[in-house]
């Protein structure tokens, strides 16, 4: 038997929910999580997610309008109570049909990404931690070349500090998995159809080590972060 240090993780849905709602988070972490802690936010999000993965599935010849409709209504939620009205359900789902039709058919989202809808784990040795994070799309800059690459996410929130960690944490992931840095990070918004760009490069990459060092001293319980929660220590047989 070998004892191994625990191992910290950080996940960037545990860090999303914390940074929209931290009382909603706090009642997650105490194992209180209720159906009703469900809000129409991540409901959008998980019929854009299936709908662009569906996308992806298909192949080239039947990639079309129609289709990218007959996904988001597949997987549109039928819990209207959780929108602010029967108005405001409908619109959402028509926002996000026509919003994803201009991002996968108008030339913002790639022919065949690398990487879609798969979470990943780096560890991070300047951090002393582990990073835990979805990537929605992964592309090469040019077909055929690897050197270069574009990382990036659909999402319903879109203020900055959702943006910050987004773009910090992705930074981080990528050159200790990738050992090189994105040539664009982008967020593309399934509300306001607008596409926000960051470039990282050596400098932003210094303060993103900084942000990311910030939020691991700032988590509330260190222990629900740990790959085995409760234990100091990890056992390996």
Sequence with gaps: MEHLPAILRVEDYKLEELLRCPERFARRKSGRKQESDVNWRQLVQYAASHTVNDFYRQSKETRSIEAIHTSVENWWTNRNYKFHSDEHYLQMKQTVKEHLTVFLLGGAAPS?????????????????????????????????????????????????????????????????????????????????????????????????????????????????????PGSAEQLVM
Excluded: W
Excluded at 164 to 192: D, G, Q, Y
């Design 112 to 228: 065949m990404p690398i990487i879609f809808y798969e979470q990943m784990t780096a560890y991070v040795d300047e951090l002393d931690l582990e990073i835990s994070q979805i990537f929605h799309l992964v592309s090469a800059e040019q077909e055929g070349s690897l050197d270069e690459y574009i990382v990036q996410k659909l999402a319903v929130d879109t203020d900055e500090d959702s943006l910050n960690l987004f773009f910090h944490m992705t930074s981080v992931f990528c050159m200790s998995a990738f050992e090189k840095l994105p040539t664009r990070i982008e967020v593309f918004s399934l509300l306001s159809g607008k596409q926000v760009v960051f470039e990282p490069d050596e400098e932003s990459l210094e303060f993103s080590y900084d942000y990311m060092y910030l939020i691991k001293s700032l988590l509330p319980d260190v222990d629900f972060f740990k790959v085995n």
